[in-house]
C-alpha cells in the first residue's frame, strides 16, 4: 500500500499536474435533462459490451454459469445505482465508508462462494481472484471517496459516468476527448489509434515473451539444480525468479483492463458512443491501469505505488487516513498492514482451502516494520531543496532500496510456499517435463 501521494505514469494524481488540470467546471457539463430510457439502454449496453472481455475471462476460467456471472455484473451496477443515491443524499464519509464495506463484502463472498467455487486449477483461480477483487474494491472506493474522488477523476453522477464506470475492472477517469488524443509516434511511425494503446500493448507482449523466456531458459536449469542437490544456490536463484516472476506476471492482470480501454477507443467515433458522449461535452473514460512495472522499485513507498492500484486506495480510505496517515505513521501503518493482513485469509482460502492466518500475519508485519522504518528514516534523512524536489544521501537510497527489496523477496517465499502451498520449483518442473 502506498503511504504517500500516488505518482507513476498511470495514476491519477501525477507529480506533473494531476487530473485536477482535467477537470474544468465551466466546461465539463453541458446543462442536463433527464436521460431517456433508449439513452439509458444505450449507455447499458456500451458498458456490458466493454465489459464482456472481463465477464468472458470469469466465465470461462471459473467455469461457471450464465447466470452467476450475470448475478456478478449486476451486483456491480447495484453498486452505480447506490453510489449515485449516496452522491444525491450527500451522505456523509461514515455513512460512505459502511456502506461501501458491506458492499465489499457481500460482492466478494458471493464472488469466492459462486463464482470460483468449481475451479479447481490454482493458477487459473489466482488471477480471476486478482482481476475480479480489482473490480470490487475499484466500485467500493468510488462510493467511499465521494465527491473528493469524483471530482479527481472528474465523475459526474449521471447515469452514463456511472454505468460506465462500475462495468471497468479497474478505475476509470473521464477526460475532454481531444486531451484524451495523444501522440501516437512510436519507432518512426505514426498510429492512428491512441498511442497509449500502442505503448501499453507493447509493454504487456514484452512481459507475455519474457515470461515464456523464463520458462523455456531456466526451467531446465533449475531442474538440474534440484537434481544434483545444489540447495543453497538453488533457493537464491529460485527466490530471484519468484521476483522476476511476479514483476512480470502482475502487467499481465492489467490486459483487461487494456482491453476495456481498447474498446472504448475504437468506438468513441462511432453512433454508439456519441449520443452519450454528447450529454458530457464529449468527455471518454480513460482507464488507470491497475499495475505497473515493480520489480525496479527503488522503495517500498515506490512498490506500493505501483502495486494494485484501486485496492491500495480503498485500504488507504478505509484504514489508513482515518487513524491519522502520516501524520500518525507509528499507528496507522501497523494497523493498516495488520487490517490488509486480515482481507488476504479469503484470498488463500478460495485458493488452496488453507486461511494460513499466522503467516500472513508474519508477512504484514515484516511489510509494515520495513515501511515504518523507511518513514521514520525518510523523516530525518530526508530533505526539500529550494526547487521543492525531495533529496537524500546516497547511502540511505542504496540501504532502503535493500531493505524493500530483501523484505519482498522473503514475503514472496512465505506466500508461494507456506500460504499457497506450492513452490516455484515444483512450477519449473512441470514445464521442463
Not at 92 to 100: D, E, N, Q
Not at 247 to 274: E, K, R
Request: charged fraction near 10%.
Amino acid at each position: 500500500m502506498e503511504i504517500a501521494q500516488e505518482v507513476g505514469s498511470y495514476t491519477a494524481v501525477t507529480t506533473t499536474g494531476g487530473d485536477a488540470a482535467l477537470f474544468n467546471p465551466e466546461d465539463a457539463h453541458l446543462p442536463a435533462s433527464r436521460p431517456s430510457f433508449s439513452d439509458v439502454c444505450q449507455t447499458l449496453s456500451l458498458g456490458l459490451l466493454s465489459a464482456s472481455p472481463t465477464m468472458l475471462l470469469v466465465y470461462f476460467g471459473a467455469n461457471t454459469s450464465v447466470i452467476a456471472i450475470m448475478s456478478y455484473v449486476f451486483m456491480h451496477l447495484a453498486v452505480g445505482l447506490v453510489c449515485a443515491g449516496l452522491t444525491y443524499l450527500q451522505s456523509g464519509v461514515a455513512a460512505r465508508w459502511i456502506i461501501g464495506l458491506m458492499l465489499l463484502v457481500i460482492i466478494s463472498a458471493f464472488k469466492s462462494g459462486h463464482l470460483l467455487a468449481s475451479c479447481d486449477n490454482m493458477a487459473i483461480k489466482a488471477v480471476l481472484y486478482a482481476i475480479t477483487a480489482l473490480w470490487e474494491c475499484s466500485n467500493a472506493v468510488l462510493i467511499i471517496g465521494g465527491k473528493e474522488l469524483s471530482e479527481r477523476y472528474n465523475i459526474d453522477s449521471g447515469h452514463r459516468d456511472i454505468i460506465l464506470i462500475v462495468l471497468a475492472p479497474c478505475q476509470v477517469k473521464f477526460v475532454q476527448q481531444n486531451q484524451c488524443v495523444e501522440d501516437g509516434t512510436i519507432c518512426g511511425l505514426n498510429y492512428s489509434l491512441n498511442g497509449r494503446f500502442c505503448k501499453r500493448t507493447i509493454h504487456i507482449t514484452a512481459c507475455m515473451l519474457s515470461l515464456g523466456v523464463l520458462y523455456m531458459s531456466v526451467a531446465p536449469a533449475l531442474a538440474s539444480m534440484s537434481v544434483q542437490g545444489d540447495t543453497g544456490a538453488f533457493i537464491l536463484v529460485e527466490l530471484e525468479c519468484l521476483a522476476i516472476m511476479a514483476s512480470l506476471g502482475v502487467v499481465l492482470l492489467d490486459i483487461p483492463s487494456h482491453l476495456w480501454q481498447t474498446i472504448h477507443d475504437l468506438l468513441v467515433p462511432t453512433p454508439l458512443f456519441a449520443p452519450s458522449s454528447a450529454v458530457r461535452n464529449a468527455s471518454v473514460p480513460k482507464v488507470v491501469l491497475p499495475y505497473g512495472w515493480i520489480y525496479s522499485s527503488k522503495s517500498t513507498r515506490d512498490f506500493w505505488s505501483r502495486w494494485s492500484r484501486p485496492a491500495m486506495q480503498l485500504i488507504r480510505r478505509l484504514f489508513y487516513y482515518p487513524l491519522g496517515g502520516g501524520n500518525r505513521w507509528y499507528i496507522s501503518i501497523p494497523i493498516t498492514f495488520l487490517l490488509n493482513a486480515s482481507t488476504h485469509f479469503d484470498l488463500s482460502y478460495a485458493i488452496v482451502g488453507d486461511k494460513a492466518e499466522v503467516f500472513w500475519l508474519a508477512i504484514f508485519g515484516i511489510l509494515a516494520l520495513v515501511s515504518m522504518l523507511e518513514v521514520a528514516g525518510d523523516k530525518y534523512m530526508s530533505g526539500v531543496n529550494s526547487d521543492g524536489n525531495v533529496l537524500s544521501p546516497l547511502w540511505y537510497g542504496c540501504i532502503r532500496a535493500f531493505l524493500a527489496h530483501a523484505s519482498l523477496r522473503l514475503v514472496l517465499y512465505i506466500v508461494v510456499y507456506k500460504c499457497f502451498h506450492t513452490s516455484f520449483h515444483d512450477l519449473f518442473v512441470r514445464v521442463a517435463a
